[in-house]
């Protein structure tokens, strides 16, 4: 399949009003052209009028971007505001349920920081997460496949199959892609280990040589593991009920994610709490201190 098609991060449209545009759209003009307008009036007092329409041009340019710019499918006007959320937010966050207690009068200066803010509650054996809003959720490890490497009816196939996994999904998914650098020098030394001492000169060379390879490929460029992970969510607050509930779900999903070439694996509850750890310190905590 040559063709690709964009979908926009918010599906829910707005209705139009006039010239095509939304009552958010046509507020954040008119709010442009006023501020526009405000600074005009007040410079050419002072300014001759061209220079005067020069300073307000700026203020009817970021309505107009605002109002009509988009990124990545995402309204410029919301993309600016979660901008300004972002870096308005100290970057250190620490682990602190009671909060950031208050710096001493004698102690230096530290850097802006505030809670982190963790969406789990707890992480059961079965696998099962409880969330601090009162639902729970279930992690399925995804296995990714060769899509690119498909013959047309095949990509059609799987593109269909899946069309069916999303047309059938009653409840909220998630689709979260984990991606962090993977350290090749362990491996090299295991492949130079690995091979026998009763094996011939040609297999020790050949071993030796892939090692070597794999060592100057992780010297001279990052390689990164890439990880997929489906996670199912239940509004239900009672924790059988729930577990029940996304069981089903899981066994349903890895039946109809299997037609479109996707293997997927639930998570026990050590594999989903190192998996959280990883995701919120990378590369996550030393061996053997889960």
Known sequence: MSDRVRLPADTELDDRLAFGLTARQLMILCAGGLAGYCLFSLAKTVLPPPVAA?????????????????????????????????????????????????PLPSAPARPAMTALDLPVRAVFGSGLVELTTGGFCLLLRASATGFALR????????????GRFL????DRIQIAVHSQ???????????????????????????????????????????????????????????????????????????????????LRRL????????????????????GTE
């Open 151 to 162: 013959s047309d009816d095949e990509q059609q196939a799987l593109v269909e199959a899946f």
């Open 268 to 287: 026990s509850g050590a594999e989903t709490a190192r998996l959280l750890a990883r995701t919120l310190d990378p590369p996550g905590p030393p061996p």
């Open 54 to 102: 020069a300073a307000a041009v700026p203020a009817v340019v970021v309505g107009v971007l605002l109002a009509l710019g988009r990124h990545h499918g995402l309204p410029a006007d919301r993309f600016a505001l979660a901008a300004t959320r972002f870096f308005a937010r100290p970057r250190l966050r620490l682990l602190a349920p009671e909060g950031i207690p208050a």
């Open 181 to 263: 650098p993977v350290d090749l020098t362990s491996w090299a030394a295991h492949l130079e280990r690995s091979v026998p001492e009763s094996a011939s000169g040609l297999l020790r060379s050949a071993a030796a040589a892939h090692a070597r390879f794999v060592a100057e490929l992780g010297s001279h460029a990052e390689v990164r593991q890439r990880e997929i992970v489906l996670v199912l969510n239940t509004r239900t607050r009672e924790r059988s009920e729930a577990k029940t509930t996304l069981e089903r779900r899981a066994s349903e999903t890895v039946d109809l994610l299997q037609s479109a070439g996707v293997e």
């Open 167 to 170: 047309n059938g999904l009653a």
